[in-house]
């Protein structure tokens, strides 16, 4: 984990409140793996502003154009509050606070083959932000991706175009139909699992609380295992504020993990589904 001062290189207005950053940092780009976050500083640092660093999915790795080697992050940020609203409003030369690559991403370990055929990856909205790197590590694993993406109206559907150019399979769906099939994101992902009832399936999943919780339900009906990127209010993002924990059901380590820590990406068998995190 590193802490660097990183330039902004571009802001991408993607619409419906949604905005691709892109920052330079080859040091920290080099070490990250797919479901990892940064902890970026909204504003820059001019003379103690109080906001508290914000946590980010890395989206992407910025490659160099002519050598391919990592030269930054890509990050979907979309705007919630005070300090999404000023860091979208950043300009490219300004320089942030960032700390990371933290946590704990998916778990991809090489002989993951033998064990699982198929993934279904399932996002809502602003979910899908940690899905790209995991597709693509999971096709170099010779692992097929299917990409279930859901939002309340095809402007929350961002980003597709980075799926598509990988030429996996995606179902899109929106409550209001306009893109893609009508409804929950779940309710395809059901119809997928119940025509395909392969053990070899793992589901991969992150978005709003009930979604996610959707999945995990789906995963302990259909035998399957299930992994969720959380998320949870981040003080320090450094294990030190117990500020993000997360209920859980195991019955070994912390009953409390901490996101920041022991996440964001966890079984969904060890979360309590039942206590959202605040
Ligand atoms: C591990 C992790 C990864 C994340 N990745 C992304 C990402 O890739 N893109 C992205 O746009 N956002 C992501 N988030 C959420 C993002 O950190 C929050 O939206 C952001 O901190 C809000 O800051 P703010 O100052 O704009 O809003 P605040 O003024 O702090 O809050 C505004 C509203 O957003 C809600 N909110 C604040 N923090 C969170 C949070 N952590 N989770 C859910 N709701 C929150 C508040 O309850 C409030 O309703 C992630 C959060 C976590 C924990
Ligand atoms: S954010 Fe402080 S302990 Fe996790």
Same mark, same amino acid.
């Given at each position: !984990? ?72 890509? &990050? ?18 300004? /320089? $942030? ?14 002989? $993951? ?18 899905? $790209? ?7 170099? &694993? *010779? ?14 559907? /961002? &980003?597709?175009?980075?799926?598509? *150019? ?33 053990? @070899? ?9 009930? !979604? ?15 992994? /969720?990127?959380?998320?949870?209010? !981040? ?6 504020? $117990? ?18 820590? @022991?996440?964001?990406? !966890?079984?969904?068998?060890? /979360? ?7």
């Amino acid at each position: !984990m590193l802490d660097r001062k990183v330039k902004i290189k571009e802001i991408r207005d993607l619409g419906a409140g949604n905005h691709l950053l892109v920052i330079t940092s080859p040091e920290q780009a080099r070490l990250v793996r797919p479901g990892q976050f940064v902890m970026l500083k909204c504003v820059e640092d001019t003379g103690g502003n109080p906001l508290l660093r914000r946590p980010f999915t890395i989206f992407n790795i910025h490659r160099n154009a002519r050598s391919g080697k990592p030269a930054g992050l890509e &990050l979907l940020v979309k705007e919630a509050g005070a300090g999404t609203r000023r860091l979208v409003m950043a300009r490219p030369g300004q /320089v $942030l606070d960032c700390l990371g690559p933290q946590g704990q991403g998916f778990h991809l370990p090489p002989d $993951l083959s033998s064990r699982v055929a198929t993934a279904c990856l399932v996002a809502g909205g602003v979910g899908i932000a940690p899905l $790209l790197l995991l597709a693509e590590s999971l096709l170099a &694993l *010779r692992i097929r991706p299917i990409l279930f993406y859901g939002g309340a109206t095809a402007a929350d559907l /961002v &980003l597709r175009e980075s799926f598509e *150019r990988l030429g996996i399979d995606i179902i899109y769906c929106t409550e209001d139909a306009s893109h893609g099939e009508r409804g929950l994101v779940t309710g395809p992902l059901e119809q997928f699992l119940r025509i395909h009832p392969r053990k @070899d399936t793992r589901l991969y999943a992150c978005g709003p609380w009930g !979604m996610m919780r959707g999945v995990h339900e789906l995963a302990v009906g259909y035998e399957l295992q299930c992994e /969720v990127s959380l998320e949870a209010r !981040m003080g320090c993002g450094l294990g030190a504020c $117990l500020g993000c924990v997360v209920a859980s059901e195991a019955s070994e380590g912390r009953s409390y993990p901490l996101v920041c820590q @022991d996440g964001p990406v !966890m079984n969904s068998r060890l /979360v309590r589904w039942d206590i959202a995190p605040i």
